[in-house]
T-cell receptor
Framework: GQNIDQPTEMTATEGAIVQINCTYQ??????LFWYQQHAGEAPTFLSY??LDGLEEKGRFSSFLSRSKGYSYLLLKELQMKDSASYLC????????????WGAGTKLIIKP | DAGVTQSPTHLIKTRGQHVTLRCSPI?????VSWYQQVLGQGPQFIFQ???????GRGNFPDRFSARQFPNYSSELNVNALLLGDSALYLC?????????????FGPGTRLTVT
C-alpha cells in the first residue's frame, strides 16, 4: 500500500524554528516534494528531494532519508505569513505521472 | 507571465447534474494534472494528460473523464454528480510529466453539490 503521514497541526512562535516531519510507505520511490498551501489558495512548490541529505533554500530546508522513508521541512526565522498548511507528496516509482499526497500539516504561527 | 488559470472559480450544482471544469496551463507546459481536494485533506490524483493523451488515472469512478486539447488546455467532466463530489478541483501544469519537474497549480474550482 501507499501511505504518507504528517502531523495534523503544529504551533510555533514568530522568529523561531519549526520542523515538520513526513513519513512515507510507497511502492518504490522517485522523489519527494514539499508544497505550501495558504487557506483557500492553491499549493505552491517549496522543495524537491530525490537523494538523501539536506536541501537548503533560504529560510526553508528539506531533508530526506530514503532508507527510513522519512523527510522533514525546516522553517527558520518564522514569520506570520508562514501560517499555512504544508503538504508532503511522493512520486512512486511505478508511476511517473502522479504524486501521492499527505493530508498536510497546518502550521499556526503566534506572535 | 500568466500562471495556470481555471474556470469557473466557484460552481454550485445539484445531484445528478453534469459539470465541466476548464484549465489553461502555463505557456509552454504540455502536461496537465487534475486533483480533487476535500477540506482538511491533501489533493487526490484524478488524471494526468501529456501531449493530449491520458498518461495516468487515479482511483476515481468512470463518472470522471477528461481530455486535453491541441493547445494543451484541458477539461475535466463529472457526470451524475454526488454530494461527495463537493471539493476543490485543482489543475496543475508542468513542462513534462515526472522527474523533478514541479507542478504549478491553478487557483482551483470550488464545486458544491447540493
Amino acid at each position: 500500500g501507499q501511505n504518507i503521514d504528517q502531523p495534523t497541526e503544529m504551533t510555533a512562535t514568530e522568529g523561531a524554528i519549526v520542523q515538520i516531519n513526513c513519513t512515507y510507505q510507497t511502492s518504490g520511490f522517485n522523489g519527494l516534494f514539499w508544497y505550501q498551501q495558504h487557506a483557500g489558495e492553491a499549493p505552491t512548490f517549496l522543495s524537491y528531494n530525490v537523494l538523501d541529505g539536506l536541501e537548503e533554500k533560504g529560510r526553508f530546508s528539506s531533508f530526506l532519508s530514503r532508507s527510513k522513508g522519512y523527510s522533514y521541512l525546516l522553517l527558520k526565522e518564522l514569520q506570520m505569513k508562514d501560517s499555512a498548511s504544508y503538504l508532503c507528496a511522493v512520486r512512486p516509482i511505478d508511476s511517473n505521472y502522479q504524486l501521492i499526497w499527505g493530508a498536510g500539516t497546518k502550521l499556526i504561527i503566534k506572535p | 507571465d500568466a500562471g495556470v488559470t481555471q474556470s469557473p472559480t466557484h460552481l454550485i450544482k445539484t445531484r445528478g447534474q453534469h459539470v465541466t471544469l476548464r484549465c489553461s496551463p502555463i505557456s509552454g507546459h504540455k502536461s496537465v494534472s487534475w486533483y480533487q481536494q476535500v477540506l482538511g485533506q491533501g489533493p487526490q490524483f484524478i488524471f494526468q494528460y501529456y501531449e493530449k493523451e491520458e498518461r495516468g488515472r487515479g482511483n476515481f469512478p468512470d463518472r470522471f473523464s477528461a481530455r486535453q486539447f491541441p493547445n494543451y488546455s484541458s477539461e475535466l467532466n463529472v457526470n451524475a454528480l454526488l454530494l461527495g463530489d463537493s471539493a476543490l478541483y485543482l489543475c496543475a501544469s508542468s513542462l513534462v510529466p515526472g522527474g523533478n519537474y514541479e507542478q504549478y497549480f491553478g487557483p482551483g474550482t470550488r464545486l458544491t453539490v447540493t
